[in-house]
């Protein structure tokens, strides 16, 4: 788990280029350009960490929220109990559609009520389509969390 947070945090500051295009070195790796990066972002961390998250609906991982939310539900990785390098989505307008993605740090407080997170595609002004890897803190509401079974092996 060190290790992915080790790499996540190696990312903070990273642009998109040009600006505005979600052209990235994550997309040129998955073979998906052009798109919103931030399930690639979070799988390309992953696997450059040793626990490649495999296909989930792309052969190197996911690139959608809501297809790689439903398959976390059916293979029963959904947690309550986030540990450091789990993966968290933001539901951010509470619509029950899953917008963005992240790698989880820690808590801030013991009532849960806040947390940081690394994240792809992000910005202060435009949360899930920034364009840059930020750190962020974020509050605990309409978020789901992931602890996937490969962080076990």
Known sequence: MNKIIEISRKEIGYTE????????????????????????????????????????????????????????????????????????????NGDKRYDHTGIFLCFTDEKKTHFYSVEGNTSISNQSNGGEVMEKKRVNKNTLFVHPNILDR
Do not use: R
């Not at 809501?66 to 390098?85: C, L, N, R, W, Y």
């Open 17 to 92: 280029k040009p600006f505005n295009s979600n052209k990235t070195k994550y997309g040129e790796w998955f073979g998906f350009q052009g798109v919103a990066w931030c399930g690639i972002f979070v799988s390309w961390v992953y696997h450059h960490a040793g626990y490649p998250l495999g296909n989930i609906g792309f052969k190197k991982g996911f690139a959608g929220c809501m297809t790689a939310v439903a398959h976390f539900k059916k293979t029963d990785e959904i947690t309550d109990d986030p540990q450091p390098g789990d993966i968290v989505f933001f539901d951010f």
